[in-house]
């Protein structure tokens, strides 16, 4: 009993393999990392503790992880021309609570976007299970957000923040960026006002850290950051994980919440794939980068030319990888998030602006959010961009069915076999990598 499941696990690992290998995958938040990022990956290191910072580990055995782990802050540095760089973070909320805990107290206010404006769950409130409102106490106050522009507003939100301190609410803590990201946001515009106010600034680069370290979208470091947090895996292709950038006289602050404070032992197979992903960004990052905004616009642009409502197009649809598309037109977007996936095209469902007052919900939202970078990392350019185009309007406007759509999906993607942007592209994308 214990053998056979043993190896359906196996089976399973197997054909989810296979099923990607086949598959255009969309969702905006994955990315496929490369084949050197993966054997990083899968080394003894991720079976080690080294808790603590390199030099001063609380274990033995860390000889050959310390260095490691000081070239992945070197890199990370270089990468992001940060100061200073806490590599340990096990994740993008991670990184997020390590900094509310150490600029923040409980009960403190923090300006942060609702997730139907683009806010991520980990800047929440309370009774959404947010993880700022429900693991560190805070109380989450929104920027003002323009549908239009798909942007922070910049003078209604500062009036929203006069209005707080006017009742003794006065905000502590800003939180830039987001999960549904399409344009830089306006923190340079913010900064003179938030400092003045003494409100100190992070900036959520999670989704878009990939985009910065190839210089194509906002620089947040130049632009009032006073830190910024990420995630290792989203535009940047790196293993599952975190990091907090910042500067040098926040260091002493940041460390102490990252360990002990919001991990114990961090993962340290992941620290050695973020520095095989940072010398591969260092490398070929921007012209990864280019290609992928690129791509993005030129999705929407397709999609918008067969009729699709896609949001942004005032300011040109995207300025990022990804692409917000209205499709309650023609059902809703967990309706459609299914027969895309049965198509064997990965997106996901998206709650848009102005949903929730429409009556929708997570389950059944008014948008698809599509991203471009793994499919950029595939070797795709804007010609394929139309065709992933035509396979969309075929299911949600056409109505065919998705086992039709299939088939063709699958000839599609099997040009598109091998990582590019990479050091070595020997083994396919999605190879199963056997070491029993
Ligand atoms: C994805 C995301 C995170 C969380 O990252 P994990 O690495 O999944 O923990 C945090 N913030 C934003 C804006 C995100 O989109």
Redesign the pocket.
Known sequence: MSREKYNQVFDLLEKHHKWFSESIPLIA?ENIPSPAVREAYASDFGNRYAEGWPGERVYAGCKFIDEVELITIDLAKKLFNAEFADVRPI??????LAVYSAFTNPNDTMMALPIPS??????GQKKFSGTAGLVHGLNIEYFAFDREEMNIDVDQSKQRIEKLIENNNKPTFAMF???L?LFPHPMKELKDFLQSHDIFICY????VSGLIAGKQFQDPLREGAQTM??????TLPGP???MVLSFDKYAEDIKKSVFPGNTSNHHLHSVAGKAIAFAEMIEFGEEYSVQTVKNARALAEALSSKGIVVLGEKNGFTASHQIAVDVSKYGDGGKFEHELEEANLIANRQLLPGDIKAGRDYKRPGGIRLGSSEVTRLGMKESEMQEIANFIHRIIVKKETPENVKKDIIEFRSQFTKVHYAFETLSDAYKYIKIR
């Open positions: 938040s994740s993008g909320v991670c990184a997020n683009g806010g991520h769950i980990s800047h960026g987001g999960s990201f959520d680069s999670a989704h947090t990420l995630s290792t895996h989203k599952q994980g975190g």
